[in-house]
């Protein structure tokens, strides 16, 4: 009982720091005015060297987290790839706009060696979407280890 307490004050304490309004950007050239909900998503898909597609592998994210943050939330710093070896983590991006994430893919299974992508981050500041959302795409190629 004193575990599902606990984890339920995160979880309402979690949703309610992703309603927060921040204004403060590291990035110069972003326009400062609309900064509420901003998220970053990080996405692609995960094969084998013989081009199947990898269910199962878990795709973690570093370089947005606080020390401090609980790092096991699914889909928030990291995902499991589906049947199409897909994945998405959608996350909220922080006070700093970074240029790059670190997204690292490991085999539960240890079968496949662990990878690491230095993904670079755009930003969509088109006025027909989400300003000030931050993208990545890292697609992974698993090999035997």
Not at 2 to 7: A, S, T
Not at 21 to 35: E, G, L, P, W
Request: proline content about 3%; aromatic content about 12%.
């Amino acid at each position: 009982m004193r575990e599902i307490f606990k984890h339920s004050i995160f979880i309402i304490s979690l949703c309610l720091l992703m309603g927060v309004s921040f204004s403060s950007c590291t990035t110069a050239n972003v326009d400062h005015t609309d900064m509420e909900t901003a998220r970053l998503v990080v996405s692609g898909v995960v094969t084998y060297a013989d081009g199947s597609k990898a269910n199962g592998i878990k795709v973690s994210i570093y370089g947005v987290r606080a020390e401090t943050e609980f790092a096991d939330m699914n889909t928030y710093n990291y995902a499991i790839t589906d049947q199409k070896g897909e994945y998405t983590i959608i996350r909220y991006r922080g006070r700093e706009c970074p240029t790059e994430v670190v997204v690292v893919a490991s085999d539960p299974n240890n079968v496949y060696a662990e990878q690491t992508i230095f993904a670079p981050i755009t930003y969509d500041t088109s006025p027909t979407q989400d300003k000030f959302n931050g993208f990545a795409t890292a697609n992974f190629i698993m090999q035997k280890r």
